[in-house]
C-alpha cells in the first residue's frame, strides 16, 4: 500500500496495464521488452502518470536506478537535464548545493525524503528507492520556501501486505590513484499478520580514498625571498588519507488500520566517517597535498529521519497526515596552519614558522515538520489538494577553540617586542544558534472544461520568521562579539497552469508560477580583519546585518508525448525566469562571508528527453538542458556586473544511454548497457570577493558501461564507471579556515573505477 494513493485516472490505467508489466519482467528477468516503462509519479501530491502531468519532471524508478548502478545523489543527478551540482559552504558534507534552472544558491532547490524535507546538501545512499523524482521550476504553492528552481523527491519503497520479497547485493571494486571499495546492502519486506507488515533494508560501505598527503620541506620568506627550513619532522607521504566508511538503513512498517486508514512509521538513518577531505589541490588531477604538517582532516555525518503518516480515505477524497522528526550532525575539521602561515608571511608582513593549527566546525539540525493535506476524488470536473504546513528548525553552528600553539610567541619574537597579537593562541571560537520557524496554508484547484482542456490555479501563504543568537573570539575576529537579530515576513506564492490534452498520447502545457527562499541574517563580520576589504568593495557591517527573501517569476510552456503504441516518449519545455533581489553570498578573502539582496538576474533555456524501445531487446534515452542564466541589475553590489553568469550554472547537460537484453543460454539472459554525461562550462566565485574573479570550470564527461547476467533469483555485473578517467573540478572549496591563495582545494568527481557486483532475489 501507497503513503500516497490516490485513485489512478482511467487513462493512466490503460497505459499502466500492458507497458509496466513488461518493462517489470524485463528489467528483472532479462526478457524481451515491449513497452516503455509507465512510471506513476505524486509530484503533484496526487497519483498520476509522468506523461499526464503538467509539469517539466524528470522520473527515474527504482529499477532503472539499480540497472545503471547508482549509488549517490551525483550518480543519478548528472542523468537529469539542466540539474547541476556545485558546493558552497563550509567542508564538505553540509556544502552541496544542487540547482535547477539556473536558480543557484543555498536553499533554491527542495530535497524530499518522502514527504520530509530534509538539507538540500543530504547526500543519501540510493538503496531501497521506489523512484526518484526532479521537478523543474518553482514549487512554491505546494512545497513552500527552498524550492524557487525545483524540487528533489527520494520516494522509498513500502512493504506490501501480502507479499514476502528481498534482495542482497554485493560488491567490490577498484579506484584510480586508490585502493578497493567494497559494499553490501540488502533488503527483505515480510507481513507480519494480515493488517501489518515491516520492510527492512541495511548497507554498509568502504571507499578507498585517491588523496595522498606529502611533507612540504620548505618556505619562501615574504620579507627577504629567502628560502627557509620547515621546522617540523619530515612525515614523508601518507596514502589515500580520505578513506571513508558508511553505514546506513530504514525500518517501515504498513499497518492497515481499517479498510480506509492505514498508517505508515518510518525510521531511516546513514552515518559516514571520512578519514579526510576529498579534495583536490590545484587541479582536478592533482592527488598530493603538499602539507607542512601530517594533521588529519577527519569528518562525520549521522542524520536521521523518523515520521509517521496516516493515510486516511474519505468520503470524495483521502486525508494525508505526516509528522517527521529529523535530526543531523556534522563534525568536520581542517588544517589551518597553512593559510595562518600565508596569512602571517604573505598579508601581515611577519614571517614566522609554521604551527600545527587543525580547525573543526560542528553543525546539529533539528527539525519539526507537519502536513495535514486532504485530495478530493469528485466524480464532477473539480478536484482540488489543500492543506497546511508547519515546520520548526533549529541549527546549532560551532566553531570550536582553534588553538595555534606557539603562535603568539612566535609573533612577539619576529616583531621583538611583547603584542600579543594573538592573546592565548587561540585564532578563532564562535558558537551560534538560529532557529527558522514557517507556517504555511496551500492549495491547488483544477477545473476540467473537458475531456482535452482543464485549468490549475493554487498558491501558497505563509508565515517565517528566522532569530539569530552568537558568541564569537578570538585574533580572527579581532576579540570577543555577541549578535542577537531577528528576521520575519509573509507572502503569498501563486501559481496557474493550463493543460490541452488532444489524445491520450499528447499532452500540452503553459505555466506561471512564483517562487521564494526565506530570508535570514549574516553572522559576524569582524572590523579588524575583514574592514579594509568590506571598504574596498563599498560595504558597511552594520547595515549588512540581514537579508530579505527573495523571489522569482518562471514562465513554462512544454509538452508530452508518446508515440509507436508507447514505444517512444518525447518531452520537451522551454522555460524564462525572472528572479529579483537575488540573495548573493559574498565571499570575503578574510575567511568570513555575507548575504546580500543584489540586483536581478534572468535565466531562460529548454530540456528535451527522449525514451524508446525500437526493438523488443533495445531501450535508447537520451536528454539535453541548455540554461542561459546572467546578471541583470547588479543592484549596487560591488565586484557585480551586468551580464555576469550565475555561478556554478553549467550552460549544457546531456545524458543518454543504450541498453540492450539479451540471452546467454536457455537458463540466463544478459543485458549490456552504456551511458555518458556531459556538464558544460560554468563559473564558480567560491574564494573571490569579486565576480570579476568568477573562476572557469572547464566541461567534463564522462561515460560508463555495464554488462550484467541474471536470471529470477541471481544476477552478477562488470562494471566500468568513468572508463576514461576524466576529473571534473565540480566546485573550488569554500574551505573550512579560508583558501589559501594559489592553493584552491577543489571538489572533483570519483576517478574510474572497475568492479564487479552480485546480487540475490528471494
Known sequence: MSIEKNKVPNRLMRRTSASALCLAVALTAGVAQAQLETIVVTATK??????????????????????????????????????????????????????????FGRNTTGFYIDNTRVNASLLPRVVDLERVEVLRGPQGSLYGARSMGGTIRLITKQPALNETDGSLKVQLSGVSDGDLNQTIDGSYSFPVSDNFALRVSGYYGAMSGVQDRTFDPSWVDGNTGAVRATNAPDFGTNENVDDETYYGGQIVGNWAISDTLTFIPKLMFQSVDSDGLPFADRTPDNTLQSRFFDIEEPGTDDWTVASGTFQWDVAQGTVTSTTSYYERTTDESEEEGTFLHNLFNNVIGIPVDPVRAPLSTIEEYESFIHETRYSSDFDGPFQFTTGFYYEDLTLDHEYPAAIAPGLNALVNAAIGAPANIVPGDLIFVTKGITDTEEKAIFGELTYEFNEQWSVTGGGRYYETSVDVSSVSDGFANSGRSTLDQSQSETGFNPKVSVQYQPSDDLNVYASAAKGFRIGGVNGNVPVGLCGAELAGIGLD???????????????ELGFKS?????????NAAAFFIDWTEIQQLNRLTCGFQLTQNAGAAESKGFEVEI?????????????????????????????????DPIQGVPDWTVTGSAQYHFDWNNAWQGMFRADANH?????????????????????????????SAMNEKYEVTLFADNI????????????????????QRLVTNRPRTIGVEGRIRF
Open 562 to 570: 508518446s508515440l509507436s503504441d508507447n514505444r517512444v516518449t518525447l
Open 541 to 555: 557591517p552594520s547595515n549588512a546585518s540581514s537579508f530579505d527573501s527573495d523571489e522569482l517569476w518562471s514562465y
Open 679 to 707: 556538464y558544460g562550462q560554468s563559473f564558480s566565485s567560491n574564494n573571490e570577493s569579486s565576480n570579476a574573479n568568477l573562476r572557469e570550470r572547464e566541461a567534463w564527461s564522462a561515460v560508463n558501461f555495464r554488462l
Open 46 to 103: 496526487r497519483s498520476a502518470s509522468l506523461q499526464d502531468v503538467p509539469l517539466s519532471i524528470t522520473a527515474i524508478s527504482g529499477q532503472q536506478l539499480d540497472i545503471m548502478g547508482a549509488e549517490s545523489l551525483l550518480d543519478f543527478a548528472v542523468k537529469v537535464p539542466n540539474l547541476a551540482m556545485a558546493y558552497e559552504a563550509d567542508g564538505r558534507f553540509d556544502s552541496s548545493s544542487p540547482s535547477v534552472r539556473g536558480v
Open 611 to 643: 525514451n524508446a524501445a525500437p526493438t523488443d531487446n533495445l531501450i535508447l534515452s537520451a536528454g539535453i538542458g541548455y540554461t542561459d542564466a546572467e546578471i541583470t541589475n547588479t543592484g549596487g553590489v560591488a565586484g557585480v556586473s551586468v551580464g
Open 724 to 743: 576514461t578517467d576524466e576529473r571534473a573540478n565540480l566546485a573550488d572549496s569554500r574551505s573550512i579556515a579560508a583558501e589559501t591563495p594559489g592553493r
